[in-house]
């Protein structure tokens, strides 16, 4: 399928798209099948109930146009059709349409002096083997000006025929070069949504079919004219390899076989680079929602058992819900429909939700974990108007949030040990008003509170000595906003916490600061350093000190850990490779495996505001640091 692929000879590619109820009854799974393996072992292990298609890859022309029956035996076409399968021969091949005699011969027969004849060569040769339609691939250099004509006199003939035609097509690889008229000759298009990135371009190593492309190639090809039901989403069955595994291609089969659990992820080994079930699935979704189904490039290359990617999207297709390794469920529509994706407790922006599969402004309903909460926010990056939602909702609707949000998050509700302040039940106060709020839950906040201003709460307990978060409901429209919290009238200082311009003053966030106290009934107090904050409520949550105790010291000079506290990216002072780390969210009593983004950066976006540490081994000794998550 392209100039990599094809050279290497080592792939086979498998466009499939499944349809098995009535909801998705249009929808097509096209497996390609390449015939230089050996089709007639392979056509016993085909799970053909799982397709609507198969497309045998490559035939081509000869020096007169003609084309010899390469597939050797009808074993596969006879299978399927007795499955109810439809089977295509493709033609071309992304090695084939870089160069050499067969390229040329592709150019001379379908030149205007001799397509007629390889016109009427290619329907005789369908209708000769029961196949019930033709796909090109004609890739790169292969499509020149003769292209668009050759495909309008295809078409005609082999309609004519009763027979369809499709195309194999990426906009980087020549497909921006196609004329949109032609998109009413074919009867879909199989885009090729991947190699992004390869071997062959050493300087750009990682993913190169992420979820983000399969969004970016549907939209660049509706956007020119193709109908959505024409659009087919290509899958990879295949990753690359970068580093010491360079250009090299390798099986999805054989990277499951080498790597536990590798199923589940896009990359293994640091340099490895392809996609797993839950990347397959997250697609699947997208093109049964959005397209005309998939294509896979290719079926010989799946693994069998529970780890088949085929299996995998089947069980999309047939309404099989995502593994609920996660606290939460959002869905694209009311009542539970459309696409699921569920999410584990942590932050996700904008970007983070689209990589799983979440679009924006397209949440509909929600299904939340007992003990848990989702908080929706209606702009990026947690901010915005934003509504808490703690249980199932099968309709944002009666929310005022259908289609809306944009960034969420996912945590646990604090439990008894938690109390809940609404800002507006204070006990004494100086100089602040109360106001209707928008925020979740209604009622009146804190506003209109000047330099100096000041709200107490009277007999608020401590139960335990220890560490606790404060988390503060905040707004503000300007930036440079300053308050501090303290207890008994100021004689316990437990610092300031500067307040982010959030855009309005009713565009809510939650902040927070880790304080230690003794264990004992105070009065609580609020005190404004600096004007321009409105304040819907205070939460105050006992951290857990279970993993305190298995902390017996930090070592202050061997490793740095900055900024602290940190938002989103916790930098390490030395590189840490080779080197085993460990997260400690000391609020839930857990550790947790956060992904290294370099050797020398921690994301820790996804955690929750509190207290953590982060636990090195390096030489047998172990080495803490503790950080406070923003």
Known sequence: MTK???LSYKFTFVLFLGILNFSYAQKKVIGYIPNWIDLNTFSNSI?????????????????????????????IIQAAHANNVKVFVSIGGGAISEGGAIRDNFFNQISAGNRASFVQKLKNYVIAHNFDGLDVDLEGPAINGDYGSFITDLAASLHANNKQITAALSQGYGGANVPSYTFSSFDWINIMAYDATGPWNPSSPGQHSPYSLAVQQFNYWT?????????IIGLPFYGYGFGSSANQGISYADIVATYPGSENVDQVANTIYYNGIPTIKQKTTFAIQNAGGVMIWQLAQDAVGPKSL?????????GTQPPQNGVATV??????????????????????LQAKGVLDNDISSLKVQSGYEMVLYANDNFTGTSIIINANNACLVANSFNDVATSVRVRAITNSSSILIQAENYSNMNGIQTEPTTDSGGGLNVGYADTGDWMAYNSITFPTTGSYLIEYRVASAVSGAVISSDLNGGSIILGNVNIPNTGAWQNWQTISQTVNVNTGTYNFGIYIQNSGVNLNWIRITKVSNAFFKQVVSEEKESILVYPNPVENSLNFSMALKSVKTQ?????????????IVNDKTLDVSTLTPGIYAVVFEIDGKTITKKFVKK
């Open 583 to 595: 997260i400690i969210d000391f609020q839930r009593g857990i550790y947790l495996e956060l992904p």
């Open 310 to 318: 085929l299996s995998a999207i089947n069980d999309v297709i047939n």
């Open 331 to 352: 869905y694209k529509h009311c009542n539970y429909d459309g696409y699921a994706v569920n999410l584990s407790i942590g932050n996700y922006t904008w970007s983070q």
């Open 4 to 6: 990599f692929q094809q």
């Open 47 to 75: 799970q053909y109930n799982k397709l609507t298609h198969i497309n045998i890859a490559f035939e081509n022309p000869d020096a007169n146009g003609n084309l010899s029956f390469q597939s050797g035996n009808n074993a």
């Open 223 to 231: 956007g020119r004219g193709l109908p959505a039901s024409k659009a």
